[in-house]
């Protein structure tokens, strides 16, 4: 009897959002695939790229946490993989995981082949592929003419976080590596997000030729609204401006479905604490026209604490992954 083909879920962005993602979908029968931001240049992927002169590993960690077994000496290795440093000068903010990487990347003579056997070693269920092998830096141009370089600068805004961006491109021109977009046409689910809209969904979608593999693809095509607003990024943004931002770059008659939290219950200290950040929950203002949206309550119930050592700015609220995972698996059902 033919083994029933598992359904190829190919996630696409980096971060956070990817990481929730992939938790909640390596729990199910299917095939994984990451394809991961390259664009990162904040906190120790600065000291990887200038330093060690590799492309960023924090999403690629990111992903191998996530999709790293979690019994035996596999749960030893994945917890050594999320550490970071928070002693020493030069070494407080690294963590484990990109040293190791970097380290292996020395040792096997090339990058790509470090983070396949990184794999292994974590055992990780499914692939994770660079969108890139281009070293490239996002360009982000605002709605008053300004012209921001760097993932880092754009996240973390130094001018006024009410622009709006009004395009998005990366310096050099980057090509999409071809085991990115091959996964990609073969994929029967397409993930956009969640994750910051630009620097982490749309920092993938610029890199050249990837939108054209979207479009290309057979597979359906969902993108994942954020829970919260951003300063610098959306600000004061509608769950329609987000899916406009997407439909920008990709086409308005690609996505097939839109995925919302649909609970608000959020704790008002969280909210507080947001609002001082310019933040706030995402409006749902979504008629799904030309896609079907699917309101689910994908809201956590665990608040995110930072390591010590981590001088980022990261989202406390976040998606829950089961409940994340299964809604997607519903889709890909459908």
Request: with cysteine; proline share 3%.
């Amino acid at each position: 009897m033919e083994k029933k083909k598992l359904p190829k879920i190919v996630v696409v962005g980096g971060g956070t959002g990817t990481f929730v993602a992939l938790s909640g979908l390596k729990r199910h029968p299917v095939e994984l695939v990451a394809v991961v931001s390259m664009a990162d240049s904040g906190g120790s992927n600065r000291i990887i790229r200038d330093e060690f002169g590799l492309l960023p590993t924090s999403d690629i960690r990111q992903c191998m946490v996530a999709l790293a077994e979690t019994n035996g000496e596999s749960k030893l290795l994945r917890e050594l993989f999320m550490y970071r440093f928070h002693k020493g000068r030069g070494i407080a903010g690294m963590t484990f995981g990109n040293l190791f990487i970097a380290a292996l990347a020395d040792i096997e003579g090339s990058q790509e082949k470090a983070i396949e056997d990184t794999g292994r070693i974590l055992r990780i269920k499914g692939q994770i592929l660079p969108v890139t092998t281009d070293d490239v830096n996002l360009v982000a141009v605002y709605e008053d003419g300004s012209r921001v370089v760097g993932e880092h600068e754009i996240d973390e805004p130094e001018h006024d976080g009410r622009l709006r961006i009004t395009k998005l491109s990366t310096k050099p021109a980057a090509r999409v590596a071809p085991h990115a977009a091959r996964a990609i046409r073969d994929a029967n689910l397409i993930v956009l997000g969640p994750g910051d809209l630009y620097t982490s969904v749309l920092a993938d979608v610029v890199v050249g030729g990837l939108a054209e593999a979207i479009r290309k693809s057979r597979g359906k095509v969902v993108y994942v609204v954020n829970l919260m607003t951003r300063w610098g990024q959306t600000y004061e943004f509608t769950a329609l401006d987000h899916v406009r931002e997407i439909e920008k770059y990709l086409g308005e008659k690609i996505l097939d479905a839109v995925v919302l939290n649909s609970n608000f219950d959020f704790p008002n200290h969280v909210l507080r604490a947001y609002k001082k950040e310019h933040a706030k929950p995402v409006e749902d203002d979504l008629s799904g026209n030309r896609y079907r949206v699917f309101r689910r309550n994908l809201l956590s119930s665990t608040l995110y604490k930072k390591a010590r050592g981590d001088k980022l700015t990261r989202s406390v609220i976040r998606h829950d992954p089961e409940k994340l995972g299964e809604t997607l698996l519903s889709i890909v059902r459908q």
